[in-house]
């Protein structure tokens, strides 16, 4: 710390220097006319020409090595790096005796043309420059780096300027959702918007964060999922409509869960989770391709194929294939509820066998699903809102999608009965009791909504932070996400 704290006195001692001189400190007045990716060659050959003409660049000094009265430096901007050549007896003396009191990290803009060194490298040969943004603190050493990964989290700024692989985590992020919004306007599907602060928390089974509006003087949640909003989209003639947007939830933080997280949600008019499987795994698949250059990627070391097509199992079926539990037993009410407990699986009072089966599915099946499967037929008593099967009413017609032993995706043909959809809210709300701390309440608006008539949907929403690691290789959410929320800071 004491090492710190004398570097910041060097630097704010430098700064005084620069302004007793005349030089404005951040200033914000030049023009750069390229960028780095404008003047590099793309053709790496040592030989190969490179752009002529006088031209102005400006960026972070991220490396210096001085040689008495010339330096070669590197400067990064948004798109790369260039090494630059200053000399004395080009700037001038005055000139460069400013120069030699720019630190690593200030930004500033050079004018030159471009040349080769030796050993071939494109290098602007400086005949003027500008400093533009005094930088008080150092960058993180060349060799150690940012290495702390909360001090990554936590002062992400640095991190995108030392680390150029996150920078191209976060393109590609914007990439991929390019790719999805794309990919669905293409389709027909038009993007709306729809509240993030609701007057009922609803639209999925999780603790919300509350706030109160004064003027009205009513309490409002910032919304756990947009889905009852958009499904009164169908009710009022949109046919194919998608949100990309946050969503917030009041739960724990893990390499999986943020409190504030982006979802895609999207819905269809006369379409069933039949033909959202098939959307879906030609969205992922044709995601993958465009932006890896491959429908075989790696993630944290395990080979995933996104070729379609995608394997399919109802729940029971992989209970019965790969957690090898007899039908019998899965046929049986009171014997599946044993053998979860013996499972160590707790269940409340109100649950019943659906309960159970999705938890030994979670348990026995979820982290052995490496490539992407599709699960279908989940119990009713755990999908409220999802469509019962017509051969079966204890399962309804509902898929989630799993890649890498993780959720990607949940889906599936709408409830539009207002009288079966209120038995369900009405059942979901009183096994959740009154200990809550904040206590569901029944969504009148949206049944009364259904009562207009809906026509029969299909839903979906995916996980887009999830679908990001997915496709950068990233172990934690917290690497996809720009700012993650953290602990606060000590000290």
Do not use: C
Request: avoid cysteine; charge should be negative.
């Amino acid at each position: 710390m004491d090492e710190l704290n004398q570097i910041l006195k060097q630097r704010r001692t430098k700064a005084e220097e620069l302004a007793e001189l005349g030089v404005e400190l951040y200033a914000n007045n030049y023009k750069p006319t390229h960028q780095v990716k404008d003047v590099l060659p793309e053709n790496p050959d040592p030989e190969a020409p490179l752009m002529p003409g006088s031209m102005s660049l400006a960026g972070r000094i991220v490396a210096m090595r001085k040689f008495g009265k010339a330096t070669f430096l590197q400067i990064q901007d948004e798109t790369g790096r260039l090494q630059v050549y200053i000399k004395q007896d080009v700037v001038g003396q005055e000139a460069y005796n400013i120069f030699k009191k720019l630190d690593i990290g200030d930004i500033a803009g050079f004018k030159g043309s471009l040349f080769r060194t030796k050993t071939g490298e494109p290098t602007l040969q400086a005949i003027s420059f500008q400093h533009i943004s005094k930088s008080l603190r150092p960058l993180p050493e060349k060799f150690h780096g940012l290495t702390d990964v909360e001090i990554r989290y936590r002062q992400r700024y640095v991190d995108l300027i030392v680390n150029p692989e996150v920078r191209d985590t976060f393109r590609k992020r914007v990439e991929i959702i390019r790719l999805v919004r794309d990919f669905l306007v293409n389709r027909g599907f038009m993007e709306v918007e729809t509240p993030m602060m609701q007057p009922i928390a609803g639209g999925a089974t999780a603790k919300p964060f509350k706030t109160h509006h004064n003027a009205l003087d009513m309490d409002l949640y910032l919304r756990i999922a947009p889905e009852l909003y958009l499904k009164r989209l169908l009710v009022g003639g949109f046919e194919k409509i998608f949100e990309i947007n946050r969503n917030f939830r009041n739960e724990g933080l893990s390499t999986r869960h943020n409190p504030e997280f982006t979802m895609l949600e999207f819905y269809q008019a006369y379409a069933t989770y039949h033909d959202l499987m098939d959307l879906t795994e030609e969205m992922i698949s044709w995601i993958a391709a465009e932006v890896t250059g491959s429908m075989q990627i790696t993630y944290q070391g395990e080979e995933i194929d996104l070729s379609p097509p995608w394997k399919r199992y109802t729940m029971e079926e992989a209970l019965m294939e790969i957690a090898g539990i007899e039908q019998t037993i899965l046929n049986d009410p009171a014997k599946v509820m044993q053998l979860a407990k013996d499972k160590g699986i707790e269940l409340e009072a109100t649950a019943g066998p659906g309960k159970a089966k999705t938890e030994l599915f979670e348990l026995l099946v979820e982290e052995k699903l490496i490539n992407p499967t599709f699960i279908t037929e989940y119990p009713t008593e755990i999908s409220p809102l999802a469509r019962r099967n017509k051969v079966n009413p204890e399962v309804t017609d509902r898929f989630e999608l799993f890649i890498t032993g993780r959720e990607i995706a949940n889906a599936f043909s709408e409830l539009n009965d207002p009288i079966d959809q209120k038995q369900r809210l009405e059942k979901q709300i009183a096994e959740r009791g009154d200990d809550e701390e904040i206590f569901p309440e029944l969504d009148r608006d949206f049944v009364r909504a259904l009562e207009y008539g809906m026509p029969p949907a299909a839903g979906e929403g995916i996980g887009i932070d999830r679908l990001v690691m997915l496709l950068t290789d990233a172990p934690s959410i917290r690497d996809v996400i720009l700012f993650p929320h953290l602990r606060p800071e000590k000290g």
